[in-house]
């Protein structure tokens, strides 16, 4: 039987509660915000792990950044992963959803052989939910989005999964190789195994590929490979509120908070 | 430069909304992204067109109208009835490549995401996810979206000057739906549909839909948190005397106290209520994400720490479990004095 090999698109942010805009450049300030994985990657690692525990086979994690990312993406790795290819060049700075779903296509063209592609449902600090199914067009191949549960039929190569529809759910079968998108905090991340942290900082499970590596159209990525423009970039208003603070005895208390809802 | 399908030169100045339709009933996004195109369609002197796809859809058509389209352009096929992202991409391909609006726009719903990731990729062009704001710069016909990022802490404007159709999809409930006219009509342009059974690969095994509660829209939402200790009966109770709806935090969701559908907040719903009663919620950043548009938010908490009392504008530093019960009595009282009266 040919074995299992999925990928995790896994996305290093920086902690959203420490992210702030320069009021002089209007840039984000990225300078001693600590990164992690994208919280939601992490819901889509469980569930190709959980694949892996049942079936074999083999995990590879797939990112796009800086080198600095490395660390962070090890813990995949102590997770259960088996490798990690970074693609990594500065060529691939400034990446909309357009540029950045042909460059994860690419690599995972490179990676080769690959039949399940798990993506979390969104980036926390992009949030634009879009990657899972541009990746699937840029492939060619089918989807399966913000599923809770998944399972596949490893003799027909079939995935199946289960995916909240309005106010009830639906499953939904497709032929692999297929992208799965996986709803966020359907599954509990395990932890990092600790046994084998020593083997997952080893240099060999680590592969870093630039464009060059991935013989990728240049028209096709980074900045210019964007339609899309940043014309600004502000700090949401954040509305002040009154935290008036409601004091007496219980029952003095309830009266005032129908006053508050205007209830006579 | 990577060139979109079609360029500006060759769009037709119209701005097109995917109506999203559940069993011959417009989708409440759908009315909101028709309203808000409206505005911008007549800012701009265009037209606004609906597209509608599905199979025996009935009268959906004069909702669509009510709301604002200009022009109706719609799909029925028997492989149409379930959403399939082939079926659907195929058809909506079709038709924005033989007739080139300037902007095509959707709900960032479940199925709305999918179907603009694909598209977008398709047409070579750019995508503004989960919209919040969206204005028409009237001497060049680009479209300017506002989107929100890092769990809305920042937003950032983005537009794509040389590729076409503009695409984004819209946060739901961010804007109001308002009907103009019910008996407004216009015109109706059927597509032709040629779907081959193969080339649609997503099998629907099993599909079960209900009533969904629509938390981005209820006025007042009495919202639990870990300090209700999954109590939820007794803010379901308070939250029907003050016609709302019950919400909730993660942990009470994970702990399986209420579905997660319930939840509020970054990875849940935003909403935006008159009123938002937060009921034993720490106010992790996560969460006040989702109340942060309420007119008014009320919090009672018997931690005077908590930091939700810095998101609310009244605060209540006493145990939740013996408040609410109170304010059940209180309320239950004055419906019973109210109704002794009108009888």
């Known amino acids: ?264 | 430069m990577v060139a979109s399908r079609y360029t500006p030169a060759e769009e037709q100045k119209t701005i097109w909304v995917y109506l999203e339709q559940e069993n011959g009933v417009l989708e409440n996004v759908s009315l909101e992204i028709l309203t808000k195109g409206r505005e911008l369609a007549d800012k701009m002197e265009w037209q606004l067109t609906g597209l509608l796809l599905g199979h025996d859809m009935g009268d959906i058509s004069s909702s669509a109208f009510a709301y604002g389209a200009d022009v109706i352009v719609f799909a029925d096929h028997p492989l149409l009835e379930n959403f399939t992202i082939e079926a659907y991409s195929d058809v909506i391909e079709k038709a924005i490549l033989e007739r080139k609006p300037s902007v095509f726009l959707l709900g960032a719903t479940p199925n709305g995401r999918d179907l603009a990731g694909r598209l977008a990729v398709r047409f070579r062009t750019g995508l503004n996810a989960d919209c919040t704001e969206l204005r028409m710069e009237k001497k060049t016909g680009v479209l300017v979206c506002e989107v929100s990022g890092f769990g809305g802490g920042i937003l950032a404007l983005i537009e794509m000057p040389s590729h076409r159709p503009q695409m984004a999809t819209v946060r739901p409930g961010v804007f109001e739906p308002k009907p103009r006219n019910h008996n407004l009509t216009g015109e109706l342009v059927e597509l032709n549909v040629n779907l081959n059974p193969d080339s649609i690969y997503t099998r629907v095994i099993e599909r079960m839909v209900g009533e969904q509660v629509d938390l981005a829209r209820v006025p007042v939402i009495v919202a639990g948190g870990r300090g209700i200790d999954g109590e939820f009966e007794s803010l379901r109770k308070l939250a029907k005397l003050l016609g709302g709806a019950i919400g909730a935090t993660r942990p009470p969701v994970d702990d399986g106290y209420i579905p997660r559908e319930y939840q509020i907040g970054q990875t849940g719903v935003v909403c935006s209520p008159e009123v938002a009663l937060c009921c034993g919620i720490s106010g992790a950043f996560h969460f006040i994400v989702g109340i942060e548009k309420s007119k008014t938010v009320i919090s009672i908490n018997i931690d005077p720490d908590a930091p939700i009392f810095e998101f609310s504008d009244y605060c209540i530093v006493s145990d939740v479990n013996e408040m609410i019960p109170r304010l059940i009595n209180a309320l239950e009282d004055i419906q019973e004095t109210t109704h002794e009266k009108v009888t």
Not at chain 1, 57 to 62: A, K, N, Q, R
Not at chain 1, 168 to 173: A, H, K, N, S
């Open chain 1, 1 to 264: 039987m040919k074995k299992l090999h999925s990928v995790v698109c896994v996305k290093v942010v920086p902690k959203p509660e420490e992210i702030r805009v320069d009021p002089d450049t209007n840039l984000l300030i990225r300078d001693g915000v600590s990164s992690e994985i994208n919280p939601p990657d992490m819901n889509a690692m469980e569930m190709a792990l959980k694949l892996k525990d049942k079936y074999g086979g083999v995990i590879s994690i797939l990112s796009m950044g800086p080198p600095s990312f490395e660390n962070a993406l090890r813990v995949a790795l102590a997770m259960g992963a088996d490798h990690v290819y970074m693609l990594s060049d500065r060529k691939f700075a400034g990446a909309d959803t357009l540029a950045t779903t042909y460059t994860l296509a690419e690599g995972i063209r490179k990676i080769g052989n690959v039949e399940l592609i798990f993506c979390g449902e969104e980036s926390s600090d992009g949030a634009t939910g879009q990657v899972p199914s541009g990746l699937a067009e840029w492939l060619g191949i089918r989807q399966l989005t913000l599923l809770t549960e998944i399972d596949i039929d490893i003799n027909k190569r079939l995935g199946r999964g289960r995916r909240e529809a309005k106010g009830g759910f639906e499953i939904l079968e497709v032929p692999l190789p297929a992208v799965v998108s996986v709803k966020t905090a359907s599954n509990e991340p395990r932890f990092m195994d600790y046994r084998i942290k020593d083997w997952s900082f080893m240099p060999e499970r680590l592969t870093f590929w630039s464009a060059g590596d991935l013989q990728v159209d240049e028209n096709y990525i980074g900045l210019s490979g964007s339609p899309t423009i940043v014309i600004g970039l502000a700090e949401a208003p954040t509305r002040t509120r009154k935290q008036r603070y409601l004091v007496g005895s219980p029952d003095e208390i309830v009266q005032q908070l129908l006053d508050v809802l205007h209830i006579p």
